[in-house]
Structure formats: structure tokens, C-alpha cells
């Protein structure tokens, strides 16, 4: 039987290219949720390492590897044994924003010394229970010569994901992933009343586009949206946006933080989806039409 109330929380860090570094703040940040009796805690997009360089990124994960004599996994399994420990210590529901990875693939040649960027959920006994890898790759051009190109160091996913828990199934994204309306509609059509989105909006972006994507989101599929992030500038230089928050199905935002660090926790009603559905039922009520002609 599914349980009716939530207590969750959204870390805002400002991770730095140090992963130990970012791991020490990770586990405070998790303390200082569960000290608020958070029962579910998201973390942001990539905060293990947020490394612009890719070659540095790389060499980084493969030296935490080999630190830990895990050098010929296709994972930095230190990390995930670190994030599942933190779980099963706090006794939480562990949503790991996003990680980055390095993707070895033998059988693939453009993956060669290529990262993902991977999230990860974990359950309070320390189990793993689903991981994405980020499908749409943030290559963008904005204004006053600001430019990113993840694709150049980041092999995307391929597979949307559902993540089944007490409370009901969590679809799974990753930062830019908000701007593609179609992954919400294909996951909430399969059962998802959450969706969770780590991210890294840049200033400009966030300025203009992180409340009202992530209200669009919550509302068009009448689900909550989790959404943590990085804030403030950064080790690598980027510059992020930060404003962390829980938005209700109504799109009603619940609870956010500012630009500095820090948690922010809202209790949920999961009957506010039903509600919701019921009085807007747009899930049930799309229909299928016949493309237009060019």
C-alpha cells in the first residue's frame, strides 16, 4: 500500500572540482535533511565533480578509481558505495542528482574517454534501485559568448526511466532533459507522480526559464517536480542559478531556496494528485491526430 504524506528535501550546493570535497558536503547536506526528518532527499546535477574540462573530469574519476583499486570497473563504484552508505546510515531514500562517470565501452568507439552523466536513487537499505543516464546533451550557444557543448564529453542516454517507491513510480531526468515537454508526458502516461530534475541552470537561463519549465512540467502532467541545484559561481567557472524547489501538480511552488547554499523540505499530499487529475484530466484526455502537411 502506498503511503499518503512525503517529507522531502532538495540540496543547493556549489560543488567544486575536488570530488572529496564534494563528498564531505554531500554527507552534511544529508545530515541536515534528515536532521529535518526528510524522508526522500534530492541532490543536484553532477554534484560529485563539476568539472568543465573533460579531460581533467576524466582524469579525476579514473584517479578516485584507482585510489580505491577499482580501476578496471566502468564506474566510479567508490562513489556509489559512498551515496548507498548514506542512505542505509540516514535511513532515506537517496535520489544522487546526477554523477559524473567515465564511459569505457569496448564495443563502442566513440565512447572512448567519454563521461556520462548518471542518476542514481538509492533506498534506505543502500540498494540501488534505478539509474538514468542524461539523454539531451546541453550544446547551446547564449549570450555574450557563453557556450557549452556536452556532447563533445558526455555520451548520452538512450532509455527514459521510472523508479518505483512507497509513495509511487518517480521519472527520472537530468537538467536540460526539462526543455523536452515529451520525456514528462512519456513517463507520466507509464505511472510517474514525481519527477525529479537535478540540475545546473546557468544564470541566464535560470533568470528566464528554470520556474516557469519546471511549472510546466508539474502542470501539464499534474505531477510533483523535485528540483535541485547548483548555485552561485562556481571552482570551474560556470556561473548557476540555484532556486532549488518542489513544485505541487498545480504548480504551485511549495518551498524554495535563494541563491546560497542549503536544503530546503516540504511536506506533500500525494491525494493532491488525484485531485488535480480529476479535475483536469489532460492524461486521459489527449487524443491522437493525423500530422499536419508540410
Known sequence: MLQKTLRCACVQMSSTTSIAR?????AEAVARANAEAAECVFLPECCNLMQQDGEKAYAQIREEQARTEQAHTDEASSEIAFLASLAKQHEIWLHAGSLVFCHDSPH??????????RSLLFSPEGAEVARYDKIHLFDVDLEGGESYRESARYEA????????????????????????????????????????VPSAFTVSTGRAHWQCLLRARAIENACFVFAAA???????????????????????????????EGVVVAEIELAQIEEVRARIPALVSEKDFLPCSE
Open 22 to 26: 564534494n563528498k564531505v558536503a554531500i
Open 108 to 117: 563502442h568507439e566513440s565512447s572512448k574517454r567519454k563521461l556520462v552523466n
Open 157 to 196: 542516454g538512450k532509455k527514459a526511466v521510472l523508479a518505483a517507491t512507497p509513495w509511487g513510480k518517480l521519472g527520472m531526468s537530468v537538467c536540460y532533459d526539462l526543455r523536452f515537454p515529451r520525456l514528462y508526458r512519456h513517463l507520466a502516461e507509464r505511472g510517474a507522480i514525481f519527477f525529479a
Open 230 to 260: 547548483q548555485t552561485g559561481l562556481l571552482e570551474d567557472g560556470r556561473r548557476c542559478w540555484g532556486h532549488s524547489m518542489i513544485v505541487s501538480p498545480w504548480g504551485e511552488i511549495l518551498v524554495e531556496a535563494g541563491e546560497g
